[in-house]
Structures are given as structure tokens and as C-alpha cells.
């Protein structure tokens, strides 16, 4: 089992699964575990609209996590990596943060939204608190695939 791990956040969007093509190749080069986090946003269990469905339990939103976990551990196998499917449950990107902490991770990689100005800032991100609270550096990938480091 690698000691040198990096978490890969995924949230089961396209941004995170061309985040992993990258988290992938940075494994491989330093030879560390890929643990997939989801992270089962409790925000999502108190959401409920007029004529809408009715918000989320717990549960539900930790099994949609496990989903999005496992999927891309399996795609960290089939690269050829060492990987684990870790799900949490609470604020994602606290939540993030201290996995890393707790796992004393090398890095963490996850993919951004590509949000800019005022939609930013209105919106906020969780890779964008990530980047700020995390005790480990960031590594961010665009929709385009570039690369940031934080």
C-alpha cells in the first residue's frame, strides 16, 4: 500500500472526470494511492421547491456520493492505480480539506467549473474554498484542461 496519497474530489461532473485524467498521470509519476472522495453535500437535504421533489435525505445523498466515488476508483484501477472509494457527508469543500488533513495527502486534485468574475464571486466554488483552506496544495484543471497549481 502507497504511504503518498492524492485525494481527487468528484462530484460526478465532467469537470471532475477531466480533472482525473490529470490526478491519474501525477499518481502514476509519484507512485501514490488515488483516493476518490465524494462528498455527500448536506446543503442538498434542507433544498425543496413548490411542485418540486422533495428534498434529498442523508442517505440519498450518500449514496449518490458512493456512486461518483466508486466510478472513478474503478477508472483509477483500470489506469492501473492503486485507489479507494472514500465517501463523506457534510460541507464539500470543509470536508475535502480535512480528508486531506486526516490522510496526510500530497496533494489534491480536483477540476473547476472555469466560472469567472461576478459569476464567481456570486456563486462561489467549492474548489475555490478548497484552494483556500486546504492543508496540502491544489492542483485545479479547467474545462480545457489546463492546470493550475495552489
Known sequence: ???NVVVMPTDGSEHAESAAETGFGIAE?????VHALSVG???LTHISSVGGPPPKTTEDVAE?????????????KAYGLEAEAVVRTGTP????????DEVDAEMIVMGTAGRGGFERMVVGSVTDKVVRT?????VTVRPDGTVDAA
Not at 449518490?64 to 483509477?76: C, N, P, R, T, V
Not at 469543500?93 to 486531506?100: L, N, V
Not at 486546504?134 to 491544489?138: E, I, L, W
Request: cysteine-free; charged content about 30%.
Open 1 to 3: 500500500m502507497s504511504d
Open 29 to 33: 509519476k509519484t507512485g501514490a494511492a
Open 41 to 43: 453535500d448536506k446543503s
Open 64 to 76: 449518490i456520493a458512493a456512486e461518483w466515488a466508486d466510478e472513478l476508483a474503478d477508472d483509477a
Open 93 to 100: 469543500a470543509r470536508e475535502i480539506a480535512d480528508y486531506a
Open 134 to 138: 486546504a492543508p496540502v496544495p491544489v
